[in-house]
């Protein structure tokens, strides 16, 4: 059922325009240099292993690499999503995706300019972050701390509904079912459409 509402959910926003662009960071050329371009890529290190979200489109196939904002007026809660297709860890059925899931009980996040400068504890009172696949195995590993930093979000065309939206984030999950994972170095940076949030998830 969650795979249908996230499907759903995709509506929302979405990435859009070229493939991703991977500008290597100077200090550790495994990760994405932070940009404020629109690059639509996004990476970090999960327990020190390389792990990314470059967006690719295919002739026969859907894009990966995606970052996908949308809300559930009905839990009142916002997610974010980057689907990440490099690395980490292949015993996942599918590629690992990093899935921030933010309070909006006070309806403060209804539109996407108000998450520009935002910065979220993710230590789950009421924000966390959580390690995810396709198909929500390991959905209940929710982070006990960290940070998700919406540094910018800035509009870039006038008649349209596009911005670039970048940022960086870190966390760790550490509980006893789960055990301990450490994600760290995150950044994003990518190129979305839409302007207000206003998926409704029954």
Same mark, same amino acid.
């Given at each position: 059922?969650?795979?249908?509402?996230?499907?759903? /959910?995709?509506?929302?926003?979405?990435?859009?325009?070229?493939?991703? %662009? *991977? +500008?290597? @960071?100077?200090? #550790?050329? $495994? &990760?994405?240099?932070?940009?404020?371009?629109?690059?639509?890529?996004?990476?970090?290190?999960?327990?020190?292993?390389?792990?990314?979200?470059?967006?690719?489109?295919?002739?026969?196939?859907?894009?990966?690499?995606?970052?996908?904002?949308?809300?559930?007026?009905?839990?009142?809660?916002?997610?974010?999503?980057?689907?990440?297709?490099? /690395?980490?860890?292949?015993?996942?059925?599918?590629?690992?995706?990093? %899935? *921030? +899931?933010? @309070?909006?009980? #006070?309806? $403060? &996040?209804?539109?996407?300019?108000?998450?520009?400068?935002?910065?979220?504890?993710?230590?789950?009172?009421?924000?966390?972050?959580?390690?995810?696949?396709?198909?929500?195995?390991?959905?209940?590993?929710?982070?006990?701390?960290?940070?998700?930093?919406?540094?910018?979000?800035?509009?870039?065309?006038?008649?349209?509904?596009?911005?670039?939206?970048?940022?960086?984030?870190?966390?760790?999950?550490?509980?006893?079912?789960?055990?301990?994972?450490?994600?760290?170095?995150?950044?994003?940076?990518?190129?979305?459409?839409?302007?207000?949030?206003?998926?409704?998830?029954?």
């Amino acid at each position: 059922m969650r795979v249908i509402l996230r499907i759903l /959910g995709l509506i929302a926003l979405l990435t859009t325009g070229c493939e991703g %662009e *991977f +500008v290597p @960071d100077p200090l #550790d050329p $495994q &990760l994405p240099r932070y940009s404020e371009k629109g690059h639509n890529t996004a990476g970090a290190l999960i327990n020190g292993k390389i792990w990314r979200a470059v967006y690719r489109t295919g002739f026969l196939s859907q894009p990966s690499g995606t970052l996908s904002l949308w809300a559930d007026t009905t839990t009142q809660k916002i997610f974010l999503t980057l689907e990440g297709n490099e /690395g980490y860890d292949s015993s996942f059925i599918a590629p690992v995706h990093i %899935e *921030f +899931v933010l @309070d909006n009980t #006070d309806n $403060q &996040l209804q539109r996407i300019e108000s998450l520009k400068g935002k910065k979220f504890v993710l230590d789950g009172q009421p924000h966390f972050a959580q390690l995810t696949d396709l198909y929500m195995e390991n959905a209940s590993c929710k982070s006990s701390d960290g940070q998700l930093y919406i540094k910018n979000v800035k509009r870039t065309h006038q008649t349209e509904a596009s911005y670039q939206i970048s940022g960086t984030f870190g966390f760790t999950i550490d509980t006893d079912s789960c055990g301990l994972t450490r994600v760290q170095y995150g950044r994003f940076d990518y190129q979305i459409e839409g302007g207000l949030i206003l998926s409704r998830i029954n």
